[in-house]
Structure formats: structure tokens, C-alpha cells
């Protein structure tokens, strides 16, 4: 049986238990910071939405980040390490298995290593969870990078109060987001993103693959691919589906998010 049989039998015999996701917009948040407007990020903003898992809420969620930031480090640092690896595409077949959620784990996990510096880039323009979450909506943004040459990576990094991890959100919607993926702006800003001067690690929280094109457009330009599913949730088609959507080339890894007792699918590198 293939890993991707065992983590779809898995997710088919797990209950389909959903729970209300933690960190959506509430009434009574903060205004919306303007462009322009400098924002100082504390990481007790996702801590209290439950968006980020600290060994001190639970360690046995925290270790799994742990364990699984070693195989995309050695992807992009070790011995068989290729140009453009040290960029980590986090996404999903399809919307609401926890994308985000990983993204900002993994992060938060590869920060810990010492002397090392993790970007992370919220880079889902359709929903961009990440950007509201950290009450960022309506300041300039990766997108905005892309779009404007005006507009700096350095105008768009933001500082944590994590030693080592930075992040950029997702800036304003862009209905033309495909086209600016495509774009010659794009790979100007891809090279300067590779080359470290911002964290040598970058994690590319991205929209669905099956949903829209920017999601295949991001993984062209990652080094590695971390690709969540859902249990009981995601069906074995969509990850077929997804994965046929990916340079063969390119290391691709499975996570089954939400998984009972048990269910362990944590392969890497690439699925067959």
C-alpha cells in the first residue's frame, strides 16, 4: 500500500471531526492598521487565537513540528541541498484543513534552530487567513511587492517578538494575482527572497492547488513542497489531483492534519 493509501484509508476511517477554527475575526478586534502605519508584531496575537502551539500549551503537538522541520532543513541545507530549496511551499489540495495553521508552526519551529532566520509570506490572495489573523489586513504586503517597484521587500518585513522569525503579509487583494506570479517583477523579487538577506529559510503559506492557479503558480517557484490534507476530509482524488499539479522534480512531502491516535503520515521527500 502506497503512503498515499494509507494517509487517504486513514482520514476515511477517522470521524470527520471539525472543530471551530481558532483565530477567525471576532467583533471588537483592533481597527485596521493603515499603509504606512507601523505595526509592532507580538506572537501572543496567534498563541490566544490558538494559531501557534508553544511546548508550554502542548508538547506533543509542538514535537511533531519539531520532527518535522528536520526533513524540509535537510532538503534545503543538506549535502543533495539545489538552489531554491532553502523556499518551503505550505498548501492543500483543497481550503480548510489547517494550511495556515501548519505554515505558522513550521515556522515557528525552524526559528528555534540557533543562527537561523525564518521569512514567513503569507502568500494566499484569495483568503490571505494568516494576514487577518494577525489584524494586518490593509497594510502593504508581498503582493504589493510584486505589483510595484516602489515597493521594497524590506517596506514589507515585519519583526516578531520570535528571535529569528520575520514575516510579510499578503497586502492588498490582487485580482490579476496570476499575471503577477507570472511576472518578470515576480522573479526579481523570488531571487532577492532566495538569497537570504531576510531569512534563510522562507515558508510560503499558499492558496489551495485545486483551487484557482496562484496555488501551482507558488509551487513553480519553491524549492519543496509541504502539502496538508485533512482527515477525514480530503479524499484520495484530490490529492492525486494535486499532486499531479507539481514539478516531479521537486520535493514533495504529506502531512495529515487533524489525525486521531494512530494516524501518523509525515512522509518526505516526494509522494508516489
Known sequence: MSLIERAVSASAKAKPERRARAGEPQ???????????????STRTL????????????????????????PALTVAFGPLATPGSNVLLVSSPTEGVGKTFVATNLAYAMALEKDHQVLLIDADNPHHSLTSR???????????VINDESVS??????????????L???GGFAPDSLER?????????????RSGRYGDTVILDAA?????????????IAGQVLMVVGSGVTPKSAITQALALLDRNTPVGLILNRAHEGEVALPYPRIT
Do not use: W, Y
Open 134 to 144: 494577525l489584524m494586518l489586513d490593509g497594510t502593504p504586503g508581498f503582493f504589493d
Open 47 to 70: 498563541v490566544n487565537g490558538g494559531d501557534l502551539v508553544t511546548d508550554h500549551a502542548s508538547a506533543s503537538v509542538f514535537d511533531q513540528f519539531r520532527l518535522l522541520k528536520r
Open 168 to 170: 510579510i503579509a499578503a
Open 208 to 220: 489551495p492547488l485545486l483551487r484557482g492557479s496562484d496555488g501551482p503558480a507558488l509551487a513553480a
Open 153 to 166: 521587500l524590506e517596506d514589507v518585513v515585519r519583526e516578531t517578538d520570535v528571535p529569528g522569525l520575520r
Open 181 to 193: 506570479l507570472n511576472s518578470a517583477r515576480c522573479q526579481q523579487v523570488v531571487r532577492e527572497i
Open 27 to 41: 467583533a471588537g478586534r483592533p481597527p485596521v492598521v493603515r499603509s504606512g502605519e507601523p505595526v509592532a508584531f
